[in-house]
C-alpha cells in the first residue's frame, strides 16, 4: 500500500500540510498525489461521520435486498449502476446468497424512502423482489462508536 | 510523635522517581499535549477486553493455581516457542506475574543476597536500581552511550564488572532508549555472562515492537537457557498496560524459588487478565502487528523532525520511545522539559529520570495521535528557537 494511503487511513483527518509533513514531502507533492489517487478512482471523496440522531431534520435510512435478472454480456453490472445512480442510494453491493443487491438507501422521511422503493426501485426492469429493512437506530458508523465517549482523560500525562 | 521513624532505612534513603516529579508539574496543567506516557495510546483491543467479560460472566473469580492458568503458560510456551526460539516446558518452567515488574521483583527477592552484586545497563527504567537496593543488593550501572545507538556493548560491561557480580539484568529494546542489540552483540554479551558466570534476567517486554531487524532473545542462544530468566509481558504489544500481566520463563529450580516469594505475597495472578491474556495470545497477533506498523511510521517522523530541529537523534531500533540529544540548547535536560511545558505545554522527560548518564537527553513517546505528534514536534521546534534567540 502506498505511504500516502496509509496515512488516510490512518491519520483522521490531516490537512495536506501536516500530511506532508509526515510523509516528509512538500504540499505540492501531496496535492499531485492526492490528484493521481483521485484520477485512479482509488480516492473517492471525504465525508465527516456524523451522528444526526440529535438534528430535528432526521435522515431516514433503509437496507433493501433487491433480486434482479442478470443480462448476457453485463451480468449484474448494468443494473447496479443504474440503482447505485439514484441520490438516495448510498451504498450498493453485489452479495453471494438468497439475493443479489445489498442497496442502502436515505430519505427526509418514512414514507419518502417508501415511495423510493415502490415507484423507482421496484418498477425497474428486471427488478425481480424487493425487501426493505428500516433501521432503527445506529451503534456504530464507520469505526466510530455513537454513545461511548472516549475516556483519554483518564490516562495519566507522564508515565515510566 | 514522627511517625516516620518507623520507616524503615533503605526505603527512607530511597530517591522517589524522577518522573514522578514531573508528573506532579504535568497533572496540574491544561491542554498539554503529552510525549511523556509509557504506554500505548491504543486501548486493549475489543476482541481481548471481551474476552475478560465472558469471562467474568462465566464466573471466572476465583484464584487460579500460583503459577497462573495452566492454559495460559500452555499459551505463552507455544507463542514464545514460535516467536522468539526458545521452549519451556508450561508444567514447570512458566510463572505467570502481575507484570513485568513483579516478575523482576521476585527474581530479585529469589536471587540476591544482601550484598551481591547486579549488573544493569544505564539508562534504563526507572525501578531496576531501587528494586534492587530493596532486597540490599548492590547495584552495578553499565552506561550505553549514544554513538552505539545505545546498545550494550562487551567492553562497557567488562569495564563495569567487579568481582562477585551475580546477575546482569538485561532490556532489549530498552525504554527509555529505543536502543537494542543485534546478534552478534547478544552473543558477545552471552559470552560474557558465561565467562563471568552471570546469571541473566532479561526484561524483552518490548520485543515485539523491533523494527528494524530480528529480535534476538538471549535465552535462545546455545548453552543460555540454563543461565537465563526469561521475563515478557502483555502490556507494550497488546496494549494492556493496566491489566498488569507478565510472565517469568527458567530453569524449574529459579522458576520454584521464585513461585515461593509470589505464592506468599501476590498468590496469583488476577484471573480476568489470565483469561485475556490467553485471548491476546491466541488470536492477538494481527492487532499488534498492526500497532507495530503504525508505530514504526510515528517513528520514522518523529525522529526526522528532532534531527530537523536540531537535536541529534539515533533512529531507535524498538520501543516506542526517542531519545533526542537536547544539550544544543543550552540547558540542562531537565531545565529544557520544564521549560518547554511551561513555554508550549508539551511534555517530556528529562533523560536524568532513567539514570544519571541520561544527562542531555529526553524521551519522548511517540505512540500518540499525528496530530499531536505534528504539533508537538512544531510547538518544540518553536521552543528552541526561541531559546536560541535569546541566547
Known sequence: ?160 | MDPSRYIAKHVINLPKSGIRDFFEVVAKMKDVISLGIGEPDFDTPWHIREAAIYALEKGKTHYTSNLGLIELRRAISKYVEKTFSIGYRPEDEILVTVGVSEALDIAFRALVNPGDKVMFHQPCYVSYSPSITLVHGTAIPVPTYAKDNFALTAEALRAAWQPGAKLLVLNLPCNPTGGTCDRAQIEAIAKFAVEKDLLVLSDEIYSELTFEGVHTSIASLPGMKERTIYLHGFSKAFAMTGWRIGYACGPAALIEAMMKVHQYSMMCASILSQEAAIEALLRGEDAMKSMRDQYHRRRDFIVRRFNEIGFKCNLPRGSFYAFPDVSVTGLSEKDFAVSLLQAEKVAIVPGTAFGANGSGFCRACFATSYEQLIEASNRIERHVQSLATKR
Open chain 1, 1 to 160: 500500500m502506498k505511504p500516502i494511503i496509509k496515512l488516510l487511513l490512518e491519520g483522521g483527518s490531516l490537512s495536506s500540510a501536516q500530511l506532508a509533513q509526515v510523509l516528509n514531502l512538500s504540499e505540492a507533492e501531496v496535492n499531485r498525489q492526492l490528484e493521481e489517487l483521485r484520477a485512479q478512482r482509488v480516492l473517492l471523496g471525504f465525508r465527516p461521520v456524523l451522528n444526526l440522531a440529535q438534528e430535528d431534520s432526521g435522515v431516514v435510512r433503509a437496507v433493501i435486498e433487491v433480486r434482479i435478472t442478470p443480462e448476457r454480456g453485463g451480468g449484474f453490472n448494468r443494473l447496479a449502476e443504474r440503482i447505485s445512480r439514484f441520490d438516495e442510494v448510498e451504498s450498493c453491493f453485489l452479495m453471494s446468497g438468497g439475493y443479489d443487491l445489498l442497496v442502502f438507501v436515505n430519505g427526509s422521511s418514512l414514507q419518502k424512502v417508501a415511495a423510493f422503493v415502490s415507484e423507482k426501485l421496484a418498477s425497474i426492469e428486471g427488478v425481480l423482489s424487493t425487501a426493505t429493512h428500516f433501521m432503527l437506530r445506529s451503534y456504530k458508523e464507520q469505526g466510530f462508536m455513537l454513545d461511548v465517549k472516549s475516556e483519554e482523560a483518564d490516562r495519566l500525562k507522564v508515565a515510566p
